[in-house]
C-alpha cells in the first residue's frame, strides 16, 4: 500500500497543470538493464542520468519508463528513459505526450548516431530515421518525422559485420575520458532547446 501511495504522488508531480507550451518532453533512447549500462547505444540515457543529477533529481520507474522532472527557468522538463527496449520506443514517447498534453514541438529526442564522428552534436527539427530502429519507432507511432531529434555522434570505428557488436559495446577509454565535455555541450542544448527554441539552439550549438 505505502509503495502504491508513493508511484501516485510521482505520478501527480508529473501530472500538475502547468500550460502545456511551458512543458517539453525530453526522451533518451537506450536498452534497460545493467549489461547495457554503459554501452554506446546508452549514450541517450547517460545524457538524462547526468542532466538530472544537475538538477538533484531522480528516476522514478513508473508506467513505460523511468521518469524525472526537472523545473528550468519557468519551464517543466519530463524526462523519459523508455523501459521498452531500443526497438519499441515509440510507445514509451507517444504516451507521454499525449498522458502530459505536450505539444508535438516541445518533444526532443537523444539518440547515438554511427554517421557522425565521436562527440559530435546535431540538433535538427525533422529528419529520417537515418537507419536507427529507435526513430523508426518513434516515427511510426507518431506518424510524423516532425520532431527534434539530438544525435550523438559515436562514429564507425567496426569493420564489415561488426556494427551490432560495436553500438552494443562499451566506450574506449580514450572515449571515456573525452566525453564528459561532449555531454555537457548536450545537456546546453537541452537547456536552449525549453527556453531559446529549437532554432536558436541549432545555430549557437551545433558547431560547437
Do not use: C
Not at 552534436?121 to 529520417?128: A, H, M, P, Q, T
Not at 506518424?143 to 555522434?153: P, V
Not at 565535455?181 to 539552439?201: D, P, Q, W, Y
Amino acid at each position: 500500500m505505502v509503495l502504491k501511495l508513493f508511484f501516485k504522488r510521482k505520478k501527480a508531480l508529473v501530472n500538475e497543470k502547468i500550460p502545456p507550451e511551458m512543458k517539453y518532453l525530453i526522451v533518451g533512447l537506450g536498452n534497460p538493464g545493467e549489461k547495457y549500462h554503459n554501452t554506446r547505444h546508452n549514450v541517450g540515457f547517460r545524457i538524462l542520468d547526468d542532466f538530472v543529477k544537475d538538477h538533484d533529481e531522480k528516476f522514478e520507474t513508473i508506467k513505460l519508463g523511468d521518469v524525472a522532472t526537472v523545473k528550468w527557468k519557468g519551464r517543466t522538463l519530463v524526462l523519459l528513459k523508455p523501459n521498452t527496449f531500443m526497438n519499441l520506443s515509440g510507445k514509451a514517447v507517444n504516451y507521454y505526450l499525449q498522458s502530459e498534453k505536450i505539444p508535438l514541438e516541445n518533444l526532443m529526442v537523444i539518440t547515438d548516431d554511427i554517421a557522425l564522428p565521436f562527440g559530435k552534436l546535431r540538433l535538427r527539427g525533422k529528419g529520417s530515421d537515418g537507419g536507427h530502429n529507435g526513430l523508426k519507432d518513434i516515427q511510426s507511432k507518431l506518424n510524423t518525422q516532425n520532431y527534434a531529434r539530438l544525435r550523438f555522434g559515436i562514429g564507425q570505428e567496426f569493420g564489415r559485420g561488426r556494427q551490432v557488436d560495436y553500438v552494443l559495446g562499451e566506450w574506449s577509454k580514450e572515449e571515456e575520458d573525452a566525453i564528459g565535455e561532449r555531454i555537457h555541450v548536450a545537456k546546453e542544448m537541452i537547456k536552449g532547446f525549453s527556453t531559446i527554441g529549437l532554432n536558436r539552439t541549432m545555430s549557437e550549438w551545433n558547431n560547437k
